[in-house]
């Protein structure tokens, strides 16, 4: 175990981050491919990128609290291990459903770091320390989308475009084995349960403070133009 707010632990956390953002982002340029190989239209092809966009989004609600109960190290291994499921499927899959499957599978899986990591962050640094942390983990989430599409279409232009769900899953792996080694549990103190109700009064009570819903949507608004932009690039 590497013990917390030491640099190596904070690359852990940087390559926990980035494995979803990469994996989503160098499957995208193999769309017309994809299409082309299962003879189906690009909008059907598509859907392997739109729904596991949706389904990200959703899980992301649900890792924190899972995580507060369980901890966070054996959610993470959870997460990866439906990564890896995931891009095994999308790498075997024999009709464009099953991919599309395996795309939710994997999404939902590689969510884990991106939620994650930020919540361990919370775990162990102040305020003045997390904020540096948190830098370093939208450093990764926003350099991985930008190499990955580069990736994904070398992958596509000379092995085929199921080896891009070959590499994610490689990806998946290595870091998945990091985790298992090194990663420290960092929920020390378990927070009392929440219900449903009492999280969605609490979101209320959140978005009526002007200052957080600026942020917000400020950045929902960009990721969402972002997300359309990655969506019809292929077409």
């Excluded at 899972?66 to 993470?76: A, E, F, I, K």
């Excluded at 999404?107 to 942390?133: F, K, P, T």
């Excluded at 092995?159 to 960092?186: N, S």
Aim: net charge positive.
């Amino acid at each position: 175990m590497v013990a917390p707010q030491t640099r190596l632990f904070l690359l852990i956390l940087v390559a926990v981050t980035a494995v979803q953002p990469l994996a989503m982002q160098m499957f995208v340029p193999s769309l017309p491919a994809i299409a082309a190989d299962f003879g189906v239209p690009a909008g059907v092809a598509q859907l392997a990128f739109s729904l596991s966009i949706l389904s990200m989004a959703a899980t992301t609600l649900v890792y924190g609290p899972v995580s507060d109960r369980l901890g966070r190290r054996p959610v993470v291994l959870a997460g990866f291990a439906l990564f890896l499921l995931g891009s095994l499927v999308c790498a075997l899959a024999p009709t464009v459903e099953i991919l599309i499957a395996g795309r939710v599978l994997q999404a939902v899986g590689g969510a884990v770091g991106m939620v994650l990591s930020r919540a361990i962050v919370r775990d162990i640094y102040d305020r003045d320390g997390a904020a540096r942390a948190i830098a370093y983990i939208t450093m990764a989430m926003v350099s991985a989308p930008m190499v990955a599409p580069v990736i994904g279409g070398v992958l596509t232009d000379w092995l085929g475009w199921r080896w891009i769900f070959w590499t994610a899953g490689l990806a998946g792996v290595v870091v998945a084995l990091i985790v298992y080694r090194f990663l420290t549990e960092t929920l020390t103190v378990k927070p009392r349960p929440v219900s449903p109700a009492a999280m969605l009064r609490d979101c209320v009570r959140l978005l009526a403070i002007p200052v957080f819903s600026g942020y917000t949507f400020q950045a929902a608004f960009s990721m969402s133009v972002f997300f359309a932009f990655m969506a019809g690039a292929p077409t």
